[in-house]
């Protein structure tokens, strides 16, 4: 193996592993936060500092794509849901919802992923995506159970699947974008975008930034700055190189990295009749990517070369 690519997968590497860290710590730092700001107010201070970080990085680089119209709106659909929607959605969710519950029902998303490929991108649906699909419908089915037992908030697990919709959507508008775009680009535009569409919390983020502890503040510029700014530019970095398929497989160690934080530093561990649904939908997220069984050749025939 030469040094190029052997150097562009490490770096490739890093960055799934950065993001990863990252959007599970933003889990646990939201929760931490729940209590001395609302979902609107975290969403506008979260993407405030974003948008500030970002912008000043591009003004440094000064690469700029102008967007065609198609990406225009692209840009407005992948900022709107991935920014703004998600960010409301998953902060309401955590008012409810213990960070490891929230973070394994927002990642059905490859799950959607994949059948919204199947039906609207052509790729049809295999038999592994069926199976999967199935035992992920277990999944939520047991966690529906815990939820009606009263052991999980009814609205925390919709405001959650609704973040998992919304997040799916972006990556799915994102991975044309990034074709021609840069990331920088495609996420400041992305944030800003969010950031905009969040001013109208901006009332009650000043009210509420006045009252907070420095430690939740300082909570608010890490959302920001790490699981915004640093890991969605990681994020964009590695889905230019590799199919979206495959690295959303990645984000299923999110949910396992965010509940196993969660307990020691928040003391919250899902209730298990949740837990064991969370795991079994990702069980069968998980059974939708694998490969197909390519049909044997006919006998006699000729090798291909």
Known sequence: MTPAPLRERLLVLAAIVTTLLAWASAFIVIRAVAHDFDPGALTLGRLGVAAV??????????????????????????????????????NAAEHELDPGTAALLV???????ALVAGGLLGEGFPR???????????????????????????????????????YAIAVLVQKPLLRRLPGLQVTFIGVAIGAL?????????????GAAPLAATAGVVYLGLV???????????????????????????VPVIATVAAWPLLGEVPPPL??????????????TRMPARTAPAPLGSAPER
């Open 53 to 90: 970080a970002l912008g000043a990085v591009q003004l440094v680089r000064g690469t700029w794509v102008r967007p065609t119209v198609r990406e225009w709106l692209l840009l407005v659909a992948f900022g709107i849901a991935w920014f703004l929607v998600y960010n409301l959605a998953l």
């Open 197 to 209: 569409g969040s001013l109208p919390f901006s009332g009650a983020l000043a009210e509420q930034l």
């Open 274 to 287: 949740a837990l064991a649904g969370g795991l079994i939908c990702l069980a069968g997220v998980a059974l």
């Open 128 to 166: 592994w995506l069926i199976v999967g699909a199935a035992v992920a419908f277990g999944g939520i089915a047991l966690i529906g159970v815990a939820t009606a037992s009263g052991a999980l908030s009814v609205v925390g697990v919709a405001l959650a699947l609704v973040a998992a919709l919304t």
């Open 227 to 253: 699981p915004t700014a640093i890991a969605f530019l990681a994020w964009a970095y590695a889905l230019h190189r590799m199919p979206a398929g495959r690295l959303i497989i990645t984000t299923y160690l």
């Open 107 to 113: 990642n059905v998303a490859p799950l959607i992923v």
